[in-house]
């Protein structure tokens, strides 16, 4: 019998004994989509006490009315984030879809009250597309239910979009176009080989797509493609170096196209690029950070783009004639999202979430530098003001290389060293940024738990050197600096180097096995969510159009050579190591890091007579999307920490 069947048998016993030993009403039953083994009985003062915690929203700019002074946004009213409309700043969000699957994306049709957005079932990422009618509300889907559909970029004129979809192979992704009012219009532009192609901008006449090819982390490509025919020509420059490029977009008069790049920079720039002559123009030459996006106006007079200063995000807007800064409020330090000029070529909407609040949707009127609210999204009614601030930390890593990350310390009140969390990105080229941190201030605020968000080497944000520090056999390096991490904790006197916790999500998840497999002596207990135990039985079961990109970053399991080393570095080959209590929680449907992953790793840690609980959502993929099953991963993990870490 597999770990599903088992813990299914287990769930049951647990019911049981649950109603017995404490009462109906004082433990908390997880809901029929959920599977545990190995847990304990989760009581429902501590769901009360954690309650308000697990109570903030969150709002995410999706787009501006192609005409009203108006915004769609994602926010959550319910179990899973919906498109609402705001009229006005601080107007009401009213609902405009209402699924019990989380919508993923939403945007205006050009010239239309029309909506497109995306929506996937169970977590498992094979989005649909759909278009809500402006007039009556009806919606319809017009991707074929089955494949995994992604962008929908509109032309000029609004009447066709394109999008990629693996419908022809199930792993490549060819573009398509479709008039979205018609689905019978839809055909086959640009077939491709590879889950790496994405439509990313029409030109203004309509007669080329922007495509970009990306295969690795540190190396793209971008081709225009003749809408007509779907013949395809390289638009950016072949070079010896691998080359990366970020978002990209034509210029209001179809001459440029402006993009982000690392070529000649150890950062990504902005840049524009004369179509017919491929000159260069470097637009900002003096930045020692990465561009991490842009957006025209409407009038092609302005560019807004957002710098990543070593994790938090600063908003900046160039007037390209004269190539000046437009003066900006301060904004508090914080990340910065979704932004987007409207039609007006004045306003500028955007997302903005800090450490002390949520991310919320704000509007610059660039011309007076006027800023405006336009959500306030709540935080459980607790006062955002008493939440921790980060505080930027570095330490010397085995090599001598300086890492850095950021801590949050927990309110003065607790005395004596605290407990630590050390919390691991994904990416593995992710970044961890200082935002809101909602459920882990409960840590901070109620527990006295530190909590230390390490960027380890081959994190986004610190250059393209540092982007390459720990691919293929370098792996194990990245891990390394977290031993490192554990040597300044322990010249901390605040911090309590003998109640240490280590968790990560996705590659975070690999990080935070890796280093119970090496460090399980000064670790305390672990949390690892959707990560990977096997590269080798990982590689082989990523669903296929994520399938070679991963070799690039990873290796490919297919050479032996590779294969052998790939296995000396799994998590799952040394789970002997792991002695101390672990936590593993999974969605059933992950199509990147597949359940199985979680449960041989369960069994192998099992054989060491080691504490380990089992979490598995049948309703989810890579991580919890639905709060119902995000709940009760916290109250878990709460149980856990209580149980392993705090004594």
């Not at 690795?216 to 013949?231: I, K, P, W």
């Not at 949050?408 to 630590?420: E, I, L, N």
Request: charge should be negative; hydrophobic fraction near 40%; proline fraction near 5%.
């Amino acid at each position: 019998m597999h770990l599903l069947g088992q813990a299914l048998a287990v769930l049951v016993g647990f019911l049981v004994l649950g109603a017995v030993a404490f009462g109906a009403d004082e433990v908390i039953a997880p809901n029929d989509a959920l599977v545990v083994d190995g847990l304990p009985a989760i009581p429902k003062s501590l769901a009360e006490r954690s309650a308000a915690y697990s109570e903030s929203r969150a709002a995410t700019f999706q787009d501006w009315h192609p005409t009203k002074r108006e915004i769609l946004i994602l926010t959550r009213f319910a179990d899973v984030p919906q498109v609402h409309r705001v009229a006005f700043p601080g107007g009401d969000r009213q609902q405009l879809t209402f699924y019990s699957e989380r919508v993923g994306g939403a945007r205006y049709r050009p010239k239309s009250e029309d909506i497109v957005f995306n929506k996937d079932i169970g977590g498992g990422e094979w989005f649909q597309l759909y278009r809500r009618d402006g007039k009556t509300g009806k919606v319809t889907m017009f991707t074929d239910g089955k494949s995994r559909n992604t962008g929908g970029v509109f032309s000029k004129d609004g009447r066709w979009a394109a999008y990629q979809s693996t419908k022809r192979t199930g792993k490549d992704n060819d573009v398509y176009v479709i008039d979205p009012s018609d689905p019978q219009s839809e055909r086959l532009l640009l077939q491709v080989d590879g889950g790496g192609w994405f439509v990313v901008d029409w030109s203004p006449d309509g007669k080329s797509l922007l495509v970009a090819e990306r295969i690795s982390v540190n190396e793209s490509r971008y081709y225009l493609v003749d809408t007509a025919v779907g013949t395809k020509t390289l638009f950016t420059p072949e070079t010896q170096e691998k080359v990366a490029y970020g978002r990209a977009a034509f210029a209001k008069d179809g001459k440029k196209v402006f993009l982000t790049s690392d070529k000649d920079s150890e950062f990504h720039r902005l840049v524009a690029i004369d179509i017919a002559t491929k000159q260069w123009d470097v637009l900002t030459p003096g930045i020692p950070w990465d561009v991490n996006g842009f957006d025209l106006s409407e009038d092609g007079s302005k560019v807004a783009f957002v710098v990543n200063e070593g994790g938090a995000e600063t908003l900046h807007v160039l007037d390209l004639a004269s190539r000046q800064a437009l003066p900006l409020p301060q904004l508090p330090l914080g990340t910065i999202g979704g932004f987007k000029f409207h039609a007006n070529s004045q306003d500028l909407g955007f997302a903005l979430a800090s450490a002390r609040s949520p991310s919320d949707i704000y509007s610059i009127d660039v011309t007076t530098g006027t800023l405006e609210r336009w959500t306030a999204s709540e935080t459980g009614g607790l006062d955002a003001a008493t939440f921790s601030e980060p505080e930027a930390i570095s330490w010397q890593s085995f090599d001598g290389r300086t890492i850095t990350g950021f801590l949050y310390r927990p309110p003065a009140s607790f005395t004596g060293p605290r407990p630590v969390v050390v919390n691991i990105h994904g990416g593995p080229e992710g970044q961890f940024q200082p935002g809101f941190l909602g459920r882990n201030n409960f840590l901070l605020n109620e527990l006295g738990v530190a909590i230390i968000f390490p960027n380890v080497r081959g994190s986004s944000g610190f250059g393209k050197t540092f982007l390459d520090l720990d691919n293929a056999e370098k792996r194990e390096d990245a891990v390394r600096d977290i031993g490192a991490l554990l040597a300044w904790i322990t010249a901390q006197p605040g911090l309590d180097k003998s109640r240490v916790m280590v968790t990560g999500v996705s590659y975070g998840g690999y990080m935070t096995l890796a280093s119970m497999t090496h460090y399980n002596d000064r670790f305390r207990c672990a949390v690892d969510v959707v990560g990977i135990s096997n590269w080798v039985t990982f590689l082989e079961h990523t669903e296929a159009y994520r399938r070679d990109l991963r070799r690039v970053e990873y290796g490919d399991e297919r050479d032996p050579q590779m294969r052998e080393m790939l296995l000396k570095m799994s998590p799952l080959t040394h789970a002997a190591n792991i002695t101390k209590p672990m936590f593993i929680v999974q969605g059933r449907n992950d199509p990147r890091v597949p359940y199985t992953e979680a449960e041989q790793m369960v069994a192998a840690i099992k054989k060491n007579n080691t504490p380990v609980w089992y979490l598995m959502a049948t309703d989810e993929g890579h991580g919890f999307g639905k709060k119902k099953n995000q709940d009760f991963q916290f109250w878990a993990t709460l149980k856990f920490m209580e149980a392993f870490l705090l004594p």
